[in-house]
């Protein structure tokens, strides 16, 4: 049973630049979230995706894009790279069906570096 | 503001004591909370999810309290081992809304 899985695993890009991130969630699983998570600090929601709508969203401004494909797997965009979105990115999937328990898979993340 | 609060300082504990993590919050009011561990450059892993009107939850060697007065969960791991050591985190299940609200996580060592 495969989990989660995100790439690359590693990306270094300029400020300016453009990026995209990958992620194919758990096996059986429809929803996927995804996350930043600076060095010391907890996960931040950026948004979530079900039946390739987004259906919620953090604080994070609109160069934050993604997209949700028919086969549930999922892509992070952010556009005009700053050096603050240096971070980990994380990918999760969850079962739409679970509700509210929202008991949440990650991925093994994406290290972004902006220089 | 919503806050979560973590204790930023290691946890340095003996081999085979309890370890014990607080997570505190306040202007919130979550459906449940969910308990993640995270190693150096991995993702998080689930551990255990306890419900709002559950007072504690066991797994193993793992014991989660939730106290909806007091807006605290404490988190235990008994018989502490080195292979426990790592950032756990805790995040808050809102009503109506599926997002995670992380703490920034508490780092635990455990001292062969």
């Known amino acids: 049973d495969a989990g989660v899985t995100q790439s690359p695993t590693h990306l270094i890009k300029t400020r300016g630049q453009q990026v995209t991130l990958r992620c194919s969630p758990k096996s059986g699983h429809d929803t996927v979230s995804w996350y930043q998570q600076a060095l010391g600090q907890g996960p931040q929601f950026i948004f979530q995706?079900?039946?390739?709508?987004?259906?919620q969203r953090g604080n994070f401004p609109d160069r934050f894009s993604g997209h949700q494909f028919p086969n549930y797997s999922s892509e992070l965009n952010v556009n005009a790279l700053l050096l603050g979105d240096s971070a980990l990115y994380l990918c999760a999937s969850s079962l739409a069906l679970t509700g509210s328990r929202n008991e949440q898979y990650f991925g093994p993340g994406t290290r972004l570096t902006v220089t | 503001s919503q806050k979560i609060e973590q204790n930023s300082e290691a946890l340095n504990i003996q081999e085979g004591k309890t370890a014990t993590l607080t997570c505190n919050y306040t202007?919130?009011?979550?459906?449940?909370l969910q308990w993640y561990r995270q190693d150096p450059g991995r993702g998080p892993v689930f551990l255990l999810l306890i419900r709002e009107n559950e007072k504690e939850k066991r797994k193993e060697r793992l014991k989660v309290t939730f106290d909806t007065t007091l807006k605290q969960s404490l988190f235990h791991i008994t018989a502490s081992q080195p292979a426990d050591s790592a950032t756990y985190l805790c995040?808050?299940?809102?009503?109506?809304?599926?997002?995670?609200?992380f703490g920034k996580g508490n780092q635990v060592v455990v001292i062969p």
């Open positions: 995040a808050l299940v809102l009503y109506g809304n599926n997002r995670l609200a």
């Open positions: 995706y079900y039946e390739e709508e987004e259906r």
């Open positions: 202007n919130y009011s979550p459906a449940y």
